[in-house]
Nanobody, 125 residues
Framework: QVRLVESGGGLVQAGGSLRLSCAVS????????MGWFRQTPGKERVFVAA????????EYADSVQGRFTISRDNAKNPVYLQMSSLKPEDTAVYYC??????????????????WGQGTQVTVCS
């Protein structure tokens, strides 16, 4: 069983930065991808960013391209989402996720097998 725990959310002013972390409890495997998604009340969970476990390939939603960066500490398991130039519309609960036995970098919610509990990010104007 893989357990994911997010941290680093909080309240920030527009234009500011936050770094989210996702601690992964177990080793992952060769064909594994990591992703970040977000969700606002009454709406579906949507893709934000994803990368292969080794970090060689990454995908970003158009809305965050150039502002957010997904990465992983090669020496440890945490997965990070560095968020810069934050906007009020980035306000959401952010979830990290792991997809196993995948090819490429999936962007669909249903491709991911394991999820964290979420961390709230609030951007005020």
């Amino acid at each position: 069983q893989v357990r994911l725990v997010e941290s680093g959310g909080g309240l920030v002013q527009a234009g500011g930065s936050l770094r989210l972390s996702c601690a992964v409890s177990a080793r992952t495997f060769k064909d594994t991808a990591m992703g970040w998604f977000r969700q606002t009340p009454g709406k579906e969970r949507v893709f934000v960013a994803a990368a292969s476990w080794g970090g060689s390939n990454a995908e970003y939603a158009d809305s965050v391209q150039g502002r957010f960066t997904i990465s992983r500490d090669n020496a440890k398991n945490p997965v990070y989402l560095q968020m810069s130039s934050l906007k009020p519309e980035d306000t959401a609960v952010y979830y990290c996720a792991v997809a196993t036995s995948v090819i490429g970098v999936p962007t669909l919610v249903r491709a991911y097998d394991y999820w964290g509990q979420g961390t709230q990010v609030t951007v005020c104007s």
